[in-house]
């Protein structure tokens, strides 16, 4: 991980929801950079959501404002009140136009903003600006997350000097993102048009946080946006635009894979890899049924390898004329399932041992093409269940 240049985070204790808790953190791209977000499909979008694609469409933003806490969804008309208030407190102790603030909240849904306290925390969040922020600022954007998610790569666009690309995430529950995770935030230093980066963007996310799910659900409040400020090389040409979609590849793919892994009350990283579809979206179907199997997940959990609940969540992925005689079921080196049935040699003790580790690849044939997919999830815990029941307690 390292500094983006132009790109500057601030975090600080605003007693939000918890005393004490790096809970408001504030980002600064500088003039004359570009930025790119997707968010959340959810129909019942909340707050920021609504105010950051309307403010996204007017200009190009120089500040980012998020919140932990409470999620300012589900909140009616005062939700949008809330969060333009929040924007021009900001715009007022930085100096800059109200539509050049970008709000993002994550949180309890169904309360209200403490718009007050924010706003008293912000000039705090403002002087404590720098390009050094970022871990405090991956702690700030944390609900139910146990660690830091960052990711960094460095890459030469040909010529000019290395680039840098560094993010971070949060996430834990409510993770099937079905645009980006539960709040991303990604910049690079290269100079780059609005129009690439939001191509960079979108295939980014569908390559990385389109493709992990913690629980099935999506969130009213998931957000991924990319900036780049400028300060490094120009990235024009079609191949340094393809080292730098490479590099926000594997920036993004760091961090799913760091949201699946610190799932709610998780004690495994899954990869659940199908192969030999006929196109990508039966792979990805196939996947996500396999990685969403409550059945699955708790065999996982205790490292049982149940193989029939693999057998029967591939069985119901909606592939009508799936031959079954064709499928092949493995966990990680080792075949379980061929032809329909338990594979010969089959061995209960090893099967269990490849399950017994904090990564398991669970690997599916399907035997009828080319196309492929990786989907990243966890186990299933009596731990998650705990968390999502205590979560407003």
């Not at 139910?144 to 990711?151: E, G, N």
């Not at 004690?267 to 049924?289: I, S």
Request: charged share 25%.
């Amino acid at each position: 991980m390292n500094p983006v240049g132009g790109f500057r985070l601030g975090t600080v204790r605003a007693g939000i929801r918890y005393p004490d808790r790096r809970d408001l953190v504030v980002m600064e791209l500088a003039p004359g950079g570009t930025a790119a977000a997707v968010f959340t499909r959810n129909r019942f979008r909340a707050a920021p959501v609504v105010v950051a694609e309307r403010h996204l469409a007017l200009q190009t933003p120089r500040y980012l404002l998020v919140n932990t806490g409470y999620a300012n969804a589900g909140t009616g008309p005062r939700g949008e009140t809330d969060a333009e208030a929040c924007c021009r407190a900001l715009a007022g102790a930085a100096g800059c136009a109200v539509e050049e603030v970008l709000p993002f909240s994550t949180g309890v849904i169904g309360e209200p903003l403490p718009v007050e306290r924010i706003r008293a925390a912000l000039p705090a969040a403002v002087a404590a600006l720098s390009e050094d922020g970022w871990h405090a600022a991956a702690e700030g954007i944390q609900t139910t997350d146990t660690r830091i998610k960052l990711a960094g790569r460095r890459f030469d666009p040909g010529g000019g000097g290395a680039c840098v690309v560094t993010g971070m995430a949060k996430g834990a529950g409510m993770i099937r993102p079905d645009m980006a995770t539960m709040l991303a935030f990604v910049a690079t230093d290269a100079r780059v048009s609005a129009e690439v980066l939001d191509r960079i963007l979108r295939t980014a996310v569908d390559r990385s946080f389109n493709r992990v799910t913690v629980d099935g659900d999506t969130s009213t409040n998931d957000a991924c946006l990319l900036a780049a400020t400028g300060a490094g090389p120009q990235v024009a040409d079609a191949a340094a635009v393809e080292r730098l979609q490479e590099a926000v590849d594997a920036v993004c793919v760091d961090l799913a894979r760091a949201i699946a892994a610190d799932g709610e009350g998780a004690t495994r990283l899954v990869d659940v890899v199908v192969t030999g579809a006929r196109e990508t979206a039966e792979a990805e179907r196939t996947a996500f049924t396999v990685a969403e199997s409550p059945l699955v997940k708790t065999a996982l959990a205790a490292a049982d390898p149940n193989w029939g609940r693999i057998l029967a969540a591939v069985g119901r992925a909606g592939i009508d004329d799936l031959d079954v005689a064709g499928v092949t079921i493995a966990l990680d080196d080792l075949v379980i399932a061929e032809g329909g049935a338990r594979a010969d040699g089959y061995d209960e003790a090893a099967a269990a041992r490849r399950l017994d580790r904090d990564e398991v690849v669970i690997r599916i044939d399907l035997g009828r093409g080319s196309a492929e997919a990786t989907v990243w999830t966890c186990d299933l815990t009596a731990e998650y269940v705990r968390i999502n029941a205590e979560y407003r307690t």
